[in-house]
């Protein structure tokens, strides 16, 4: 089992770009989540999807959108890319029989500028 | 809205210290408890898990914390930390039945051999 995966691992944009963050999961998971990591502030929820089908918003939506394309698949994206979307971002998983223990890919690190 | 906080930002020990985290969280219903570990470049690992009974929860790698509702606390502690325990540290709450995940701002912890 690869777990969560990600790509890109790097990227680079310029202001006004857009961009799209892939993240997969092979654990059968219902539940998925985007997250961004800056420095001093921990993990701050983005989006999350519950099951195939529904979205939700977290503590920091603006500027993103995402698709849960199927159980497999979540991604999320940038419309237009500003510097203070420059953050790692991680993707994760997890189910009820575990108590929505959280399962977290390796991450892509964006910078824009 | 719940919220979690981390009293140490940054704590550097000398091998063999023992080691004490601090994790406070405001909600008064029912949680589950994390403690997650991210070593230098790594993703986010889960180090131990807190959801019912025994208060005192041991995980990975010789950790253990202790759940304390009256102050709604979930203290880290390890008797004698290694260089390789190097890494920051992030206690992380799942309130209720959601999933909505909310993540202390991590404390950095800094071994030193």
């Known amino acids: 089992n690869a777990g969560v995966t990600q790509t890109p691992k790097f990227q680079v944009l310029k202001t006004g770009q857009s961009m799209t963050l892939q993240c997969a999961q092979d654990?059968?998971?219902?539940?998925m989540y985007w997250y961004r990591q800056d420095p001093g502030m921990g993990l701050r929820l983005i989006y999350y999807?519950?099951?195939?089908?529904?979205?939700d918003k977290g503590e920091v939506p603006n500027g993103y959108n995402v698709s849960r394309l199927n159980k497999r698949e979540f991604s999320l994206r940038l419309e237009s890319a500003a510097p203070s979307q420059t953050s790692v971002y991680f993707c994760?998983?997890?189910?009820?029989?575990?108590?929505?223990?959280?399962?977290f890919g390796p991450g892509t690190r964006l910078t824009v500028t | 809205a719940q919220s979690v906080s981390q009293h140490n930002h940054h704590v550097i020990l000398s091998e063999a210290a023992s080691l004490e985290l601090g994790c406070n969280y405001s909600?008064?219903?029912?949680?589950?408890l994390f403690w997650y570990v991210q070593y230098p470049g790594q993703h986010l690992q889960l180090l131990l898990k807190?959801?019912?009974?025994?208060?005192l929860v041991k995980g990975i790698k010789g950790f253990e914390a202790e759940f304390i509702k009256s102050k709604f606390s979930f203290n880290l502690r390890k008797p004698s930390v290694q260089w390789s325990d190097t890494a920051e540290y992030f206690c992380?709450?799942?309130?209720?039945?959601?999933?909505?995940?909310?993540f202390g701002p991590g404390t950095r912890l800094s071994v030193l051999p």
């Open positions: 807190y959801f019912s009974g025994d208060p």
């Open positions: 909600y008064g219903g029912t949680v589950n």
């Open positions: 999807s519950a099951s195939e089908g529904t979205t």
């Open positions: 994760a998983s997890s189910e009820i029989r575990s108590s929505y223990e959280q399962y």
């Open positions: 654990m059968n998971h219902n539940s």
């Open positions: 992380a709450v799942n309130a209720g039945y959601g999933q909505n995940f909310v």
